[in-house]
């Protein structure tokens, strides 16, 4: 029980990486507070969580809205009793194409929702862990824009690599409260933002080592190390779980 007791915010738990993570993170013991767009789908979530067992809130919402983010810490500390982790995992890929043609509107809006979003969770994050006297924060970041330029993607690059520095820093800020920052970086993994052309599955495949993309899950068992104990020496990384994608160039 990796997370026995503790009390876990996680966004973008509506599906993908997020709904994996809501299951695991409950069987290791954690108290949760979901969050993301879709309502329906996080009310079922907790149902079906709760009928394992497991205990679990809900908050439908939108990351890009500041106030949103404090109200999910709230409803941790008045449902639960505190907050112990977080994992910031709300993310789009917005509109594709080269900076030329792309819209100010698209370029705002992709940072808004993969890094803005980042600075509104740590402000109302950070505060809860220290009245807890210690925890753990993880950023779902990508390789893109890291180990890889991918055409097409500059905001989405821009701003998941903006997480990555803002993480460094908070790690820094934070340490010495026992207050861990990490950043994680998936490879190609088979979420709805992945799309449905088996085509473009083939290409994603074709650029990891493993020659495969990652399930949810296997992205969600890599955020359960950073948020729990196990990981009690490791913060401000920028920590890849990409199937080899940053090594492979074939």
């Not at 809205?65 to 977080?86: H, K, S, W």
């Not at 705002?108 to 109302?124: D, E, P, Q, Y």
Request: proline share 3%; aromatic share 6%.
């Amino acid at each position: 029980m990796l997370l026995d007791g503790k009390i876990i915010i996680v966004t973008g738990a509506s599906s993908g990486i997020g709904a994996a993570a809501a299951w695991i993170f409950a069987a290791e013991g954690a108290r949760l507070v979901l969050g993301a767009r879709r309502g329906d789908l996080l009310a079922d979530l907790v149902a079906e969580i709760a009928e394992k067992g497991g205990e679990a809130a809900f908050l439908a919402g939108d990351v890009e809205n500041g106030a949103y983010a404090a109200d999910l810490v709230a409803l941790a500390e008045t449902r639960f009793g505190g907050l112990d982790g977080a994992f910031n995992n709300a993310g789009m890929t917005g509109e594709l194409g080269p900076v030329p043609d792309m819209t100010e509107e698209n370029w705002h809006k992709v940072i808004a929702v993969n890094l803005t979003s980042g600075f509104h969770a740590a402000r109302a994050q950070i505060p809860a862990l220290r009245r807890r006297g210690a925890g753990s924060i993880v950023f779902t970041s990508t390789f893109v824009g890291h180990t890889v330029g991918l055409p097409g993607m500059a905001a989405y690059a821009a701003a998941k690599a903006g997480l990555i520095g803002m993480t460094q820093v908070l790690a820094a800020e934070h340490g010495a409260e026992n207050i861990r920052v990490n950043a994680l970086l998936p490879g190609g993994t088979m979420t709805p933002m992945a799309g449905e052309d088996a085509g473009f599955h083939d290409f994603v495949r074709g650029l990891h080592a493993l020659k495969r993309m990652a399930e949810p899950a296997e992205i969600a068992n890599a955020a359960l190390f950073l948020l729990s104990d196990k990981a009690s020496f490791v913060t401000g990384t920028a920590m890849l779980a990409d199937g080899g994608n940053s090594i492979s160039k074939l």
